[in-house]
């Protein structure tokens, strides 16, 4: 009878566990809706999804605690943060609609998942509670397998096919259709011959200089530094490092220490000449 009461009942550190952690990640996914750049609510889902997991480990589902972190926060997350990062979403996007009608179809079915879920929870009914032992008994993972492929396989595979949709859906929206001609490689470069832009390679940075980091331009033949060698970023956040005169004054002692070698050397073959024709 005390082992029944303890698995309904809940420990005073599971309880401050659930009310700090389930805060944060209602908070995260308020953000991940609300945030006006993508980049921003893409970290935020990514907070609650690890908030997730803390669940799934704190209740004994290491698997899926595991899993939650690896693949979803860690691959699948980190995908989309990086696709929004490279592709880029913007308010100059159009918001115009392709498909007449799509927000009030999306509302009526939104608002279908919702009233099926709501009808869902409220006709559950916990008869019998197992507990975690008695669920974990061949090991959480065997555990999730038979579950999975046994009494929920037919859920699973739905829920494959949704994810297979939602990406080619991504992809269809994210296609934008080209309006004019794309201009030839040929096209392009006697553009930039009219425009006078420079044709070759940009040259390293810290050509000639003592460094060769991105933040220190390279030296031109007379000493003086070149603006084509360093990223128009760096130069107009100032980030760049301006070792000019360092590197002339490092240029001219070694001009006179190469100067002083010779002047050396040349003494020293004429007192060796000297030498040998005085012993002749």
């Known amino acids: 009878m005390s082992a029944q009461l303890a698995a309904y ?14 805060t944060v990640a209602v908070i995260g996914a308020l953000c991940t809706v609300f945030m006006k750049r993508a980049v921003h609510s893409a970290l935020c889902l990514a907070g609650t999804m690890i908030i997730l997991a803390v669940f799934y480990l704190a209740n004994g589902a290491y698997f899926l605690g595991v899993v939650q972190i690896v693949v979803y926060t860690g691959a699948i997350m980190m995908l989309f943060l990086f696709v929004v990062m490279l592709v880029g979403v913007t308010a100059a996007d159009s918001l115009k609609e392709t498909i007449k009608g799509q927000r009030w179809l ?47 396989v037919f859920a699973f595979e739905i829920t494959g096919a949704l994810l297979i949709t939602a990406a080619v859906g991504a992809m269809v929206l994210t296609h ?67 070792v000019s005169q360092e590197a002339l004054n490092d240029l001219r002692a070694l001009e006179q220490r190469a100067e002083e070698r010779l002047e050396r050397t040349g003494i020293e073959q004429a007192n060796l000449k000297r030498s040998e024709e005085a012993s002749k």
């Not at 009942?9 to 952690?21: D, I, M, N, R, Y």
Request: aromatic share 8%; charged share 20%.
């Open 9 to 22: 009942s809940t420990s005073t550190g599971e309880a401050f566990q659930f009310w700090v952690l389930g």
């Open 106 to 152: 999306a509302l009526t079915c939104g608002l279908g998942f919702g009233i099926l879920l709501f009808a869902g929870i409220g006709n559950a009914s916990l008869t019998e509670f197992s507990g975690l032992a008695q669920a974990n008994a061949s090991g959480n993972v065997e555990g999730l397998a038979a579950l999975i492929f046994t009494k929920y």
């Open 176 to 242: 934008r259709e080209r309006t004019e001609r794309a201009k030839t490689q040929r096209e392009l470069s006697e553009e930039r011959v009219r425009e006078g832009k420079h044709l070759p390679p940009l040259p390293a940075p810290g050509v000639y200089a003592r460094h060769n980091a991105v933040d220190i331009a390279g030296l031109l033949p007379d000493g003086t530094p070149s603006d084509l060698t360093v990223s128009k970023t760096l130069r107009e956040r100032g980030q760049i490092r301006d």
